[in-house]
């Protein structure tokens, strides 16, 4: 027997479970539901896959097509009504729990000037993206940041958190990002309110950037020992200023271009347990090669344009669109402007799959890194 075609024969006879269906066997399937048991192989094709295959599929949502219907739910809902006044991101693959890909959630929270979402803390970690809008503060245990376009922001699980918009601001949506899905997955989720609506701020305004957002640079004798980051607020303006130095120095990633990690400047390592964060620039012109990795990925675009092809698919993106990457699904990133570079902020939930030994990552080896588009 040639090799190939003993690798299929070993992969769809020996590996694989196949049971023809007799009336005795029904019956004895039937019988074993009965006791809450089940025979393995009518099963194991299904729960143990040769390599990850998502429930999610690929999806672009267009700010052009919810912005609007976003800041309608100032109309419709108080945040004292809601809670919290989001419009979630729903992956058809995964609506059943709530997740825009995998096992992360993802919304679009508005808030109008004067508006306060109040103070509450849960098991999920929280993040946001700035969308648009003058105003919004968050406080996180204390600590009260100013919130402008393109900055990133942590509520990590476990610390107090309210958002709010001044008075005299205008109306300001932002991106959320949570584990929610995973919480449930594990089983593992509270969530309490605060005694006050509104914690006590305790801390100097945006204090934790003014300590720990300084590069290469931390205070003396400083000591942090919580799981996440003392870094709450990563602030747009050293953020961009980073990409362009380090555009100066490297011709950045084969698969992602000029491409850095947000991190806990206290342990170089992840901002969160469960989340990670990254920022990567596009040069113009720039067409990545196509990689897949486990883990899934939720992406917006912060500033200019471009597409990308994920499992052969083609979606386009501009400045505010969202997009999610599934596990283990190939993709490649294109800027196509000769003038202008494109920006995508990403989160993702790498560090649990670096925690728990499962990451893997694998380079398109076929047609030069690039896949061929099927739709
Ligand atoms: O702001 O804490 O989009 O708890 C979903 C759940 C935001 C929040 C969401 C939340 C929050």
């Not at 949502?61 to 919290?84: F, H, M, N």
């Amino acid at each position: 027997m040639a090799t190939e075609s003993y690798d299929a024969y070993r992969e769809d006879v020996i590996g694989r479970a196949n049971v023809a269906d007799t009336d005795a066997l029904r019956a004895y399937y039937a019988e074993l539901k009965h006791v809450h048991a089940g025979a393995l192989w009518t099963v194991a094709n299904k729960i143990e896959p040769w390599e990850p295959k998502s429930e999610s599929v690929p999806v672009v949502w267009r700010y052009a097509d919810l912005r609007e219907k976003v800041l309608r739910s100032i109309d419709l809902v108080t945040p004292e009504q809601a809670g919290r006044r989001v419009i979630y991101l729903e992956n058809p693959g995964r609506s059943e729990v709530v997740a825009a890909v995998g096992w992360l959630y993802s919304g679009l929270q508005v808030m109008h000037p004067g508006e306060l979402a109040s103070s509450h803390r849960h098991s999920a970690s929280a993040l946001r993206f700035i969308m648009e809008g003058e105003g919004a503060y968050t406080n996180v245990d204390g600590h009260k940041m100013t919130l402008g376009a393109n900055d990133f922001v942590l509520t990590p699980n476990g610390t107090w958190h309210e958002h709010g918009v001044r008075e005299d601001g205008t109306p300001c949506i932002w991106q959320d990002g949570l584990d929610i899905p995973l919480m449930n997955a594990l089983e593992a989720g509270f969530y309490e309110v605060h005694p006050e609506l509104q914690q006590a701020v305790t801390y100097a305004v945006d204090d934790s950037t003014l300590h720990w957002g300084n590069p290469g640079l931390r205070p003396a004798g400083s000591d942090w020992s919580k799981r996440y980051s003392p870094l709450f607020k990563y602030e747009w303006g050293p953020t961009y200023e980073a990409l362009q130095r380090f555009a100066r120095a490297s011709d950045g990633s084969p698969f992602d271009g000029i491409h850095m990690d947000y991190v806990n400047p206290a342990t170089g390592g992840a901002v969160m347990a469960t989340i990670g964060a990254s920022i990567q620039m596009l040069r113009p012109g720039e067409h990545t090669k196509a990689h897949r990795q486990v883990g899934s990925f939720l992406y917006q675009c912060c500033k200019g344009s471009g597409h990308s092809i994920i499992n052969g698919q083609r979606l386009d993106w501009q400045e505010r669109d969202i997009f999610c990457v599934p596990s283990w699904m190939f993709h490649e990133h294109v800027n196509a402007s000769a003038s202008d570079d494109a920006c995508l902020f990403a989160f993702h939930d790498l560090p649990v799959m670096k925690a728990l030994g499962l990451y893997r990552e694998q380079a398109l080896g076929e047609n030069d890194g690039h896949q061929p588009i099927v739709s």
